[in-house]
């Protein structure tokens, strides 16, 4: 597997960092390396919060990276402030509940998921991300259900081991509504 | 047929004191020294030496001993007492180091209630420096760096000490001594020697203010010193206990 | 063990708790302030010493009396911390008292910013303290060898007497990585710390005393010679450097930290591109690893110097080159992280960089 760098990005609250670090703990679990970082630089102006996050097979070099090969942008001026950055063959997931429809680029595939609304059907708003990770998990098939669940299961820990489950059922919800639209991302 | 009426107490060593003839460091290193000795904590306790006159102190204490940056006693003394509770940890301080440099250091060992004891010689001068004004410099005193005498609307007023530290809830006791006869040597001994008592029995921060005496940089003689250190200084800092916690 | 993932800060914390620390004393200060919060609770758990000072000036004295105590003693802080702490640094190292020292950089000078700098080489290399002393500055570029130097770093410390830097920038302090705890250090024969202050029931016969006064000029010659007798043996001992992609280099690279690891990446780069470029990453700040210049072939077109800074290292690039081959200096500052491409721009335009 080649190295992936991948750009979380949303407003406060929209569980980004979060969205972030499950990928970083999934690479961990699954014996390879992840890093994550939380915005530096000019990123930390204009109301975004973001991170970078870099999964590896081989050890991670530059923490830093120009281009995304995945964006995944919870709102509007996350998709426009890193839109641009994007490496050959890239995958952009965006917020559809919040940002208008958008059309793939030459070499970058496009897909926008309903997350709010798709959230609000399962009756709680704050598992959104949890629907986009399941949409990020079908197209691009880096972590599997049971590394995934285990790192949820870690993070929500006893105290909030109630919420696992609608975490879990927001997971299911993502990736059914991409098998829905039927793209597919090699 | 000799006998012996006075020997150099055991917590000094056979080093020759550096201090001016006249200055009450020499009494009250004595003090001290003899307080370790008669309560059997001379060869566990730790002494910190600060900056000024008693920058050598640690050549004197016939104990281990650390020797502090300018103002910081207090803060290595709290670093080795909570690495090391089982001794006994004083500094031993001037006025300057103490109540100019390093008060922020000492206030904040007082307010952990440091399991510590404070020697803290104020002679309202900076000694080893050759005689600059001292936070505890008294109002009209005339210093090297107060050459028209010390101004209060300039240089603000004489700090007291033992009067604000006595509001700090973590001091277990604190009393101000002076040293200029031997009723109060007598009495201040008395008070150091509760001091270190009050640290055996983990009772918190203890502090002795000793009046002192500075001679040369007054531009004194000795006895005059010693006149000039109650008529002058004790109306400003009155002598007492300012704090005991009791020894529940 | 298995990997853990683990953000930068807890991961020296955690990693001194592995090496033996015995007590942390310090002061908040942001990018750093995960590390006395993850000691304050696991240090305490443990039965050993955490107390948060009243500022970085008592918490580098409470450092003073307990290494003097003859315990495994640390501080943590960032850049304007640091500058605080130097009074005390100078202290430790002419009373030759083994402590650690983490330093978290951000941006500066004054109170800068809390974004990820390598603005304090010289803070760290050449010191704010006072006198002729030098600090053992180790400089990793991930939070694994953060780890590996940070549980090795007491043991340093304690056989030669002396304060050792961790210097790291806020970037690993501040990012997650797959880390393993477990990896083995290399063992040391430590002498007794019979020169503690301890009280002197435990060393009859002799009081103990940390000290760095020293009135008469001949002893304190004396004193001086003495330890720079020590930072020679450090020199010869502990020089630590990685050279990458040593392979008939076109131009090198020096960088270290944060900066060298995005060099690596620009060094693959260039790879593909058919441009060979090598590196010389210090770990050991002080010493400098001079000796890592002497095998660089004669051939090459330049040396670029890359930091996180507007050129501090530079001096030792340009001390430890020795006028052999031309230097070049690339940085980003004020808490701008430059991404590969731009020391791949950097290389290829190597002629625009050329200090001397």
Known sequence: MDAKNIKVAGFGGQGVMMFGQILAYSATKDNINGLWFPSYGPETRGGTANCSVIVSDKQINSPVFKNADHLVAFNLPSLVKFEEHMAENGLILYNSSSIDDQKSKENVLVVGVPINDIANELGNIKVANMVMMGAYLQLTKLFSDETIEAIIKKILGERKADLVEINKQAIIAGKEYVKKLGVKYA | ?248 | MAKVLMKGNEAIALAAIKGGVDAFYGYPITPQNEVPEYLSKHLLDAGKVFLQAESEVSAINMVYGAAGAGKRVMTSSSSPGIALKQEGISYIAGAELPCLIVSVMRGGPGLGSIQPSQGDYYQATRGGGNGDYHLIVFAPESIQETIDVIKESFDIADYYRNPVMVLVDGLIGQMMESVDFDRPVKERFLPEKDWATTGTKNHPGRRNVANSLYLDPQALEQHNIHLNEKYKLIKKNETRFELINFDNPEYIIVAYGTMARIARSAIEMLKKEGIEVSMIRPISLFPYPEIAFDKIPENVKGILTCELSMGQMLDDVLIANNGRHKVGFFGRAGGMLPDPEEIVDAIKNFNERVVK
């Open chain 2, 1 to 248: 047929m000799w006998e012996t009426k006075y020997e150099k107490t055991q917590g000094l060593t056979d080093k020759k004191l550096s201090y001016c003839p006249g200055c009450a460091h020499g009494i009250i290193h004595k003090l001290v020294a003899e307080t370790l000795v008669e309560l059997g904590i001379l060869d566990r306790s730790i002494a910190i030496a600060s900056v000024g006159c008693s920058v050598f102190s640690y050549e004197f204490f016939n104990c281990d001993a650390q020797q502090a940056p300018h103002g910081r006693a207090c803060a290595l003394a709290t670093g080795i007492k909570r690495v090391l509770p089982e001794n006994i940890v004083f500094t031993y301080q001037g006025d300057g180091d103490l109540a100019s440099i390093g008060i922020a250091e000492t206030i904040h060992a007082a307010n952990r209630g440091e399991n510590i004891t404070v020697i803290f010689i104020n002679n309202a001068i900076y000694g080893m420096t050759g005689g600059q004004m001292a936070p505890t410099s008294l109002i009209g005193q005339k210093t090297t760096t107060s050459q028209d005498g010390r101004d209060q609307a300039h240089h603000g007023s004489p700090i007291k000490i033992s009067e604000m530290f006595a509001t700090i809830d973590g001091v277990a006791y604190l009393e101000r001594v002076a040293a200029y006869d031997p009723k109060h040597v007598i009495k201040a001994k008395s008070a150091i020697k509760k001091a270190f008592q009050y640290q055996i029995a983990n009772k918190g921060f203890t502090m002795v203010e000793v009046v002192s005496t500075c001679p040369v940089n007054w531009g004194m003689k000795p006895v005059d010193a010693m006149k000039w250190s109650k008529e002058a200084m004790e109306p400003v800092f009155p002598l007492g206990v300012f704090k005991d916690k009791g020894e529940k």
